[in-house]
């Protein structure tokens, strides 16, 4: 007689995101969830797009995944340069250390619209500085700038690194940097008009007069992946839940870097930061890793537990909702569908 984790309740997870998405949370939301050995429950709810058309929400849909690109991607093709001694975690670039920059303890300010300038990299060393280096943890898009541009600097590119080693390794069908033309009518939208990012550039005087101002769909919604041609290190990957949890699953498992570097990178470092990853989910254990993204994605694991929830709670406006609310109920009732049962 052994347990294992089988579900009982999954339909109160579902009538809990079609509540919010009557309420007008988000138009759809898509979620994958499971253990090590896989996923158990999956489903889709909502409209990928509502407006100016209508295309129902499926597992299939692919979400522009925004800042969990920084763990899942950018993260781990660093890891996995630490894991073959190209490089070492105190190892310094342009100023500052890749422990710095994964953990967010670099001092830098949390975001700059780097398309407003000549010269990004300029921008960054002159006008990122906000804190003194090490100081404490906050938060910036400017650290995943700086290691985007490192793993440029050794691999020659990104995009094509991360096909080749996070991607073709673990079988990824359905995950993209700037996806073709012909698979939008499987992508939910986010913003129409880059409004929020406008009122950010306008609260810092800062001047920029390419704001995009039509429907962002298989685009980025993310300003700075946009305009650097698809990303930089902070966002940018498109994916399905099925595949989101693929990545989290393969990283666990070690198979994507190994597992004593699994290990610390998914403990503390400073704060509630690991190496990219942060640690202590909503209503999960002080122990789960995860990390979260500004169109209303998340993926998380908490022991042998995996929980993805993708929405666009940006489309068709970037409106403030309670998104960690949202994330710890879905937890919550997650963890509540399964129970153990021998067998």
Known sequence: MHNRLVSVNAAALDEFLRSEIDLGSFPSASYAVGSLDGIEQEKAHGHAVAVPVRIPASTATIYDCASITKPLITGTLILQDVAAGRIALDDEYRGYSFRELLTHTSGLRSWLPLYAFDDPLKAIEEKGPEQPRGSHVAYSDLNFFLLYHALVEMHGGYISVARERIFIPLGLRDSWFNPPEWLRPRIAATEWGQRFEY????????????????????????????????????????????????????????????????QEATRVHAGERGLSWQIGGPELSAASWGHMGFTGTSAWADGERIFVLLTNRVHPCAAPIGMHRIRGEFHRLALESARPRSV
């Open 199 to 262: 009122g950010m550039c306008a609260t810092r005087s800062i001047v920029f007069d390419g704001f995009r101002e039509g429907l962002m769909w298989g685009e980025p919604n993310d300003g700075n992946s946009f305009h650097a041609g698809g990303t930089l290190g902070n966002a940018g990957l498109f994916a399905t839940a099925r595949e989101v949890f693929r990545i989290v699953q393969g990283f666990a498992r070690g198979e994507l870097v190994p597992l004593d570097l699994v």
